[in-house]
C-alpha cells in the first residue's frame, strides 16, 4: 500500500514559486531521505504533507485518502524548535503535548501520561522524563521530539532536517533509533548530509523547487549536481557522497 502519493503538486508563497509539478510515491514502511539545497523547497513539501500549507495545484493522498482526513497518522519533527533554557516545562510535558490534538480538549489524562512515558522510552529518554527540557543537549532534546511525535501512533514519521548528533556511548544511537522505528513506520527524514543520508536510507529524493526521486540509494554525481548545481563529490560507489562547494553562491 502507498503511503504517500503527491500528483502534479505546485506550491507558491505569494508570488515566489516553491515547488513544480512534483510528483512521487511512498510505499508503506519506506525509509525515503530528501536532500537539496537551502531554500529548495524542503521545508514547504513536508509542511504540504502534514496538511499546514495547501498546496494551489495538485493531490496528496496519505493511505489513499486526503490529507486532511489522515494527518493524524503523521508524526511531524519540525526543523527548529528552540526551548529558551529557563523554559519551565520537563521532558514529560512536552512528549504530552504530541497528544494535544488527538483528544480535543487538553485533558491531561492517566492515558496520556501513559503513553508519553510509553514513547520516551522507546527514545532511550524515560530517565530523564522529570530534567527540564531546556537543559538537556541538543541530541536528548531531539529524541524528545521524535517520543512527541510518537505519542499519536503515527504511520508516518517526518523529521525536518534532525541535527542530532551520532553518538557512540551505551545506548542506541540516533540512526538505529530511526532504524528500530521504521520497522514499524514509514520514514521520511531531510538532512543535508547526504554522507549521512545515503549510509542510512533506501531511498533518496532530490528537491529543489522540482523533486528527483530515486527508487534506490545509488544516486549519480549527475542527479546531485542538477540538484545542487554546484560540484559534488562522489567519494566511491557505496562510499558517503560530499559536496564540494559552499551554497552561498547558487550557480
Ligand atoms: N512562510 C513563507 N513565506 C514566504 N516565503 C517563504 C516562506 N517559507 C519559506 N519561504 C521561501 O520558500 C523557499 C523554500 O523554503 P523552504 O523552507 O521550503 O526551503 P528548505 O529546502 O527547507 O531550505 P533549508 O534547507 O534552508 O531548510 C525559500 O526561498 C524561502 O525563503
Ligand atoms: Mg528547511
Redesign the pocket.
Known amino acids: 500500500m502507498k503511503a504517500i502519493e503527491v500528483k502534479n503538486l505546485f506550491f507558491q508563497?505569494?508570488d515566489?514559486p516553491?515547488l513544480e509539478d512534483i510528483n512521487f510515491d511512498v510505499e508503506e514502511k519506506d525509509f525515503v531521505g530528501i536532500i537539496?539545497?537551502?531554500?529548495?523547497?524542503?521545508?514547504?513539501?513536508i509542511k504540504i504533507l502534514v496538511g499546514l500549507l495547501k498546496p494551489q495545484r495538485g493531490t496528496v493522498n496519505i493511505f489513499e485518502k486526503p490529507v486532511s482526513a489522515m494527518n493524524h497518522h503523521i508524526g511531524y519533527v519540525p526543523?527548529s524548535f528552540n526551548f529558551d533554557s529557563s523554559f519551565p516545562i520537563s521532558v514529560i510535558d512536552v512528549t504530552k503535548m504530541g497528544r494535544l490534538n488527538q483528544s480535543k480538549i487538553f485533558k491531561n489524562s492517566a492515558e496520556d501520561q501513559l503513553i508519553a512515558e510509553e514513547c520516551l522510552k522507546k527514545v532511550d529518554m524515560l530517565t530523564m522524563k522529570d530534567k527540564l527540557i531546556g537543559n538537556l543537549s541538543g541530541g536528548q532534546k531531539q529524541r524528545v521530539l521524535i517520543a512527541r511525535a510518537l505519542t499519536v501512533k503515527p504511520k508516518i514519521l517526518i523529521l525536518?532536517?534532525p541535527t542530532a548528533s551520532i553518538d557512540s556511548k551505551a545506548g542506541l544511537n540516533f540512526y538505529e533509533l530511526l532504524h528500530r522505528l521504521n520497522e514499524e513506520m514509514t520514514i521520511i527524514m531531510?538532512s543535508?548530509d547526504i554522507g549521512v543520508i545515503s549510509q542510512y536510507v533506501e531511498k533518496i529524493a532530490c528537491?529543489n523547487k522540482k523533486l528527483v526521486f530515486h527508487d534506490s540509494k545509488e544516486i549519480s554525481r549527475e542527479m546531485l549536481e542538477q540538484t545542487y548545481q554546484c560540484p559534488v563529490d562522489l567519494i566511491a560507489h557505496g562510499l558517503p557522497h560530499r559536496i564540494l562547494d559552499e551554497h552561498e553562491h547558487n550557480h
Open positions: 508563497y505569494e515566489l516553491v537539496g539545497p537551502n531554500g529548495g523547497g524542503k521545508t514547504t513539501l526543523q525536518d532536517e531531510i543535508h528537491l
